[in-house]
């Protein structure tokens, strides 16, 4: 039960760019865990680009390598890893019916056995990722972002890049009381999507929170939180500090450094996730693809996370 | 009957930036020439962007000056110039919605008397503003663009980027014997748009054509075209070379230089020009400015075709 | 007694640029917080372009938004908030001609009864500001930088971008006894600057006291020194690391990260402040907006230090 | 006889970016052109960066689709075009062992019957690719390039970027009397290159000739030299103008525009093409990837003068 | 007389850069073509940075090589070539103080015999130098730019980049009857700088014309305009197109190509130059150094001019 | 016994750059401080460009000043500093060769009596450094780095940028028991690095450990590990985080600030350096200048600890 890593012992400028430079297969069947691209960008409300970002994030994961410094443990060897490619849409300028495509994507994806590693697109596509995997019962979230992504709606639209977690709750995808959101700062229009969060019974660490109490106290927060049942991850690159991440539409100030980043996820370990994504990386607006760097990385510790119960 | 140049005449790093510096007016009434900006880039197939295009045109247009140096006009003692700031979208994800709002909005300024000269935005846009200009009669277009824009859908979406003139012929706003595209060029998946255009009696100029025929016979079949009635100017920023106009979202290498397309802009002097657009500009994915400077440049000549019969 | 907030409501790249889409005004009457620009940047000895400063904190002053995370106060509910444009200058290249332009253009907003939050240009302009301000008694002064700016003279110039202080303390504007000086690193050629912010009785924290003690230590003695009464803020966006402000003059390494100077700024609030600047955002050095994106992020900080005793 | 095209249908930022989105496969068996990656640097003198080509090239030939514009035809109908990844290399650090590879690599390829459409790395690579093409009869060559290439060696080194036709003529890979070098340029240190063609009988176009003779004449030439028999198309990126392709190791002020390339490369229809490469582009110095997208547009207008055979 | 070359040998990216990678030396003696960095951009009125100018000049200048490709001509061998560093500023923020000190300095080149070759700064530099060379007679001119910089004041100011060539005349320097200036183009606040060029006697090709007629006619007017006497050559980086030179304070769209500009430099063989400028590059403005390598081409080629009649 | 500092003084653009704008000398004959430029990147197996490295490290290091904030020494006047320019190489393209050359220019200065501080080059180049400095023992190691450049071949290849300390043990020039690895991270192909360094006797202080410890005791840690004798500083780039040095060939996401890197350095003060380098800094993969400035700034710390005992 092994990936096959010839390719990816070559010089990383070499070959055609699958995620982790992993075998292409066209679906999840034999794989345990499908690497899945989500170009869609089309619920932002500011800066696009994140269509953009599946093809950076899998050039960029040409860095990445397989064994982990910390735990020593190479989860290409533990699973079989696989990129899926992307997620094709009939109508890409229509919302609903993108959402529609890639709830059934990711459903087969979890029907085949596998575990989806998505990259993003913009932080709609949480949604009906989420309402795939969670058909039997709802799931925890952990939830690492600038904002809390729990609006109502934005100028008429119910399906957006602000308010995939709340039509989550709605739709019974997740289970508030299993959720945590991590690194909200940054001031807003309205304390609509604040009061959302903590009315509905999520767990809202704000970044001053996390600074203040550390990334220990914070990923012993967000265990608790999860508790034992299945859990999602829900990675937003503008959950970093803008220079980690400024290919991204809505940058804040004042967020994660990639270390913390790295020690956050890291402490995740052991956790049963069904799942994980990384979204919101806008190549047109990064520097020198450090975003997608960071992205590549973030994917890398969530691959480790999803495959740590797969070892021998 | 003049601009207000007071700040016109200001270091151009200085102020906020307008169009042109020229004064902010609320309405076109009392204004000649109403430059406006239309932030929309939701119907682009490939790169998006150009939503910002009308914020850097601003930036990129206090590098402009007033005096025309072939015709020692200068269109701000001519008439008066003012930016109109943007058009305002209720729904901005809903691209029928927004083109209703961007034709109400021509619309409006036409009825005050003014003349629009717009900054898009993608090519979209087109369609509406060509609507609303177009309520007596059909226009002529020069239509100046890598790409026919003449398809009839893309993805079951009749309005969007590829589509705006084969829309305003059918709609009755634009007259295809009085149409001419020049600076057609680059691979396509089908001939359609080619095809279209070519049938309805538009008179397509290939970029091969123009390259043999030189600029001088490019205008003289322009004006030849376009005749004597009123006729819109469409300029995608795209019909430029990508070394000079790389900030756009569907770049086709081997386009006109900077300095044949203002040859060309010139050569129109005359001509009963109803409104103009530059659209495509899309400042993500800009090298320092330069597709900005160029949209701005190109922008500043169709200003001086608008006001061209107003001097006393 | 609020601001307009119609057009900060809108999507972020929509409208002319005003500094953080507030109203804009010619003057300072029935305004409480001025924000101004002062694009100079004559003043300089090395790396120029803070002249472009204020045009480019407008530009990413947009993705600024109204209610602050950590007090939930909106200071454009609680005051008039208004652009009020850049000084004007009648002979840019002469460096007193200047100086006194921006002290005459500060002065008639003081009188006015707003507060003035500046935007740079560089450091030099910190002098005629605070002359123009300290009418009454100096101003004791919070100073966040990499450098003293207390030198004499560089190449026989009195006024440059590295003599505010000294200059500010010999004109009676600030009180060097209420001075703390913050951040303060990186070699020098001559111990000049810092041993006259010594000797005059200024508190100067180098960097590495700020490290060894921590942000709420460097909070307190900030407030011990500043005391009472009224007191100016000036932040140099190069107390600032270079990966978060590579956009400036003279960048010197193992600065504040965005986070550390934010959580400062916070720690400040309740002081006393008669208006504040932030310079030395150079736009032509800036890596995709990094800098000014921080800039911007400061100045909306500074604003609400300004605004918290508008509150009803 | 076609290339299937589903994923060229698609928006183009979708999927894992082969070239042109045509087809990965493993060998030739059954394809007609081959296009394939040599990411190899190693014999540059100065800036290197080409090892990253093949990557970026794909990247960038997104952007391409598939009907030619002046001929109508369509080659991925007319023949089947395949991606084969990249060469291989056990010792990238050797220059001799990476030739020998390269060399059966495309030997391999051209026993199965498949014409080579090869993407650079450096000009090196153009020796063993001649090498694998020629062996039962001397070729043809058509070398567009700033530089003639053919010094005896550098720095003791005989295999590097400036001397594969010098190695080609002396392996009886190609013959001098069918070769014709076009564009050359810039000042050298020594006139060595220069003599060699001259004196081996190649036809050396320099670029002032060009200018004044024009396209048309400059194919005719090509068109007399290269004859009936069979030819290969070298094309060094850095034939073009540096504002075309800054990306690249040795730019040379005043080359071709993009415009004219694809003129001249258009010229050369119906010439009995065995193969072709695009070399040198360097990804590290591109700007936005003008440079790989104009390697990409010359590498589709190669594809189709190697397909125009094959065309029912 | 011969420069020593050895350094040039090496591969580019080697060694301290200076000018063309020459022997540095104190002073002129000894040295027949000095070349002369002069960093001062305090004569500008909108994008400084040219101060950084000969610093990126020096450095592009390591791509240039030594014989020429049309004369076959070594400039290097033909006479001694030195870079004498840049001119020194005891008062950088003082225009007068500057001025006085550019012509001193280079007063003390032309004293010793040698001919200056000078590396921007801005065009105000143009006037000390002209008046350092003129003492006893006027010189003709040849100027190649977008603008004639012949305005009589900005703000104030006698001394700026947009008065060297009205000063000169006012001095004495030049002799408008022999001068040149070519490539004018762009719009104006006013015409008086145009109406001073043409009423003082000089010969002002407008762009406009220079393309209908041709470079070749350009070149023949260049020539009989300035006629046998001496002659200075000033060559602003901005009468290039600004995709060729978009560092540069104030770009104008539709310049000269690096193509065209070469050939017309090298159509000014044989004329009796007593010097050169290359000015205006702004290395915070270039994209990815592709000014100062244009820059440093000019400047290779103005090398060529002066060391015309110095072979055997 | 000081080095002349006059041209330290001047504007920070002006000069041909050296080193830190010190004298340049042929020889290390009355030099106490060499600084040494080694521009060879032949030994990477991804990105290269750190041949680059010294032109861009002079470049930056015009930045650096000369009195240390926190000891208040000047080392330029407690010593002698000289900018000694580039290693030569006669066969770039021959790794062996240019490690022989290395040794023995390394050794010439090493036997003038002055101490080395090499701007790199890929890290291939601290072997043959080591090698010329330890003729008479082995020295002691501090290696900052992200990667423990101990393999022991890479694709048949035994000098390489991946193998120097290896090699270093096992030719005796340094001692495995007096070195110390600091900032390993990332995830590995093998842990066949890990396995060697801690096998052969070296402290290896993994990134973790050096977050959970702090700085303090890391500095700590290398004092015991170097004890008294004499010891090498080697500090690789990519130790620091990509944000701070984006430009180099491995970045590994979650490394050192700046600030904690500046720390370190300053922390070892006293111990008995006999040289240091600072590699890996590859310009072309840079952003806006910003590894090149800290790499500088890492240089002007080592400087001052290989100055430390020379103070009067």
Redesign the interface.
Known sequence: MATD?TQ???????????FFRAP?AATAAGVDIAVI?I?F???V?????A??G??EL??QSS????????T?RNPFDDCRVA?L??V????????LSCCDEIERAIGAVEQQGARPLVAGGDHTISYPILKALARSQPLGLIHIDAHTDTWDSF???KL?HGTPFRRAVEAGAIDPKRTIQIG????????EG?DYSRDSGMRVM???EV?ETGIANTIAEARRVAGAGPVYLSFDIDSL????A?GTG??E???F???EA??LLRGLDGLAFAGADVVEVSP?????G?TA??GA?VM?EALCLLAADFKA
């Open positions: 890593q990816m012992q070559r010089p990383r400028y070499m070959g055609v760019p699958t292409a691209g170009p960008d089309g619920g409300t500011n800066r696009s680009g269509r953009h599946p093809r899998r050039n860095l990445m390598r397989t064994i982990h410094p910390v020593r990129d490619g992307d094709d849409f009939s109508r890409p300028h229509d919302i100028a008429g639209n957006m909200i700062r940054g001031a807003q229009i309205s304390t604040w704000f970044m001053d600074v500090d803008p220079v980690y400024p809505t940058p100030a004042g967020g450094t990639a270390r790295i020690q047109p607006h990064d520097v020198n450090l760097l960071h990385t890398y």
